[in-house]
């Protein structure tokens, strides 16, 4: 079948590096992306990998284990408005995402 | 741009009552789909559309029709509203290719009494 487990809740400290994990099992593996959902707003799309390795856009990188089943989504220097919850979703071979139920993160002064 | 419009951005519906939830893009995108976000889940496709006059049913399509007579526009019908139906909705558009990922629209939020 197809699953995908993200952590349901991190808490961290403003200016510190937090880390969101996400496995997943998908047929026809087709990329991973990473959303940001602010609470009441729609998803923002953050990133999309589908080679192995570290993706890095500004304060924000992804990275993707095809043989691990396994990303994570590394977030540096926080700040108080990376408050959010942040989804994980996997492309099956016929386009169709798969998502995690979110891990939600609590910065902390 | 306004990007992927919905509308309303609140709604109370009674059992049995009939709704359409409407969603307009206005960048050109082939791909539209409806999105269902309950707690504690993660979003479930319900319908979706790759071009005008084609669409598909999606993880959760009961109790829902689409329809797609031009780009733009995708509205999602609720024929029989029943309180299972109480979530937020959210339109989502895209190019056909994923690297650009998908733009959703502000969300619906339905509560079925």
């Known amino acids: 079948g197809q699953n995908i487990d993200q952590p349901t809740e991190m808490t961290a400290t403003e200016g510190a590096i937090v880390q969101i994990n996400c496995t997943y099992q998908t047929s026809g593996f087709n990329g991973l992306f990473w959303y940001q959902q602010h609470a009441g707003e729609a998803p923002t799309f953050l990133s999309y990998?589908?080679l192995d390795g570290l993706e890095e856009k500004g304060r924000f990188s992804s990275f993707l284990s095809r043989s691990k089943g396994y990303s994570y989504l590394l977030l540096k220097e926080l700040q108080m408005k990376d408050s959010a919850s942040y989804l994980c979703?996997?492309?099956?071979?016929?386009?169709?995402?798969?998502w995690g139920a979110g891990t939600k993160l609590i910065i902390k002064p | 741009n306004a990007g992927v419009t919905q509308t309303p951005k609140f709604h109370i519906l009674k059992t049995g009552q009939s709704m359409t939830l409407q969603c307009a893009q206005d960048?050109?995108?082939?791909?539209l789909s409806w999105y269902r976000q309950d707690p504690g889940m993660g979003l479930r496709r319900i319908h979706y559309?790759?071009?005008?006059?084609?669409?598909d049913k999606g993880e959760v399509p009961d109790g829902y029709n689409v329809s797609r007579s031009n780009t733009e526009d995708f509205p999602l019908r609720l024929e029989s509203a029943a309180p299972s139906q109480t979530s937020v909705y959210f339109c989502?558009?895209?190019?056909?290719?994923?690297?650009?990922?998908?733009?959703f629209g502000s969300g619906t939020r339905l509560t079925v009494v």
């Open positions: 960048m050109n995108h082939g791909y």
């Open positions: 979703a996997s492309m099956d071979s016929n386009y169709q995402l798969i």
């Open positions: 990998n589908v």
């Open positions: 559309s790759v071009a005008a006059g084609i669409t």
């Open positions: 989502a558009s895209s190019l056909p290719t994923p690297y650009y990922g998908y733009t």
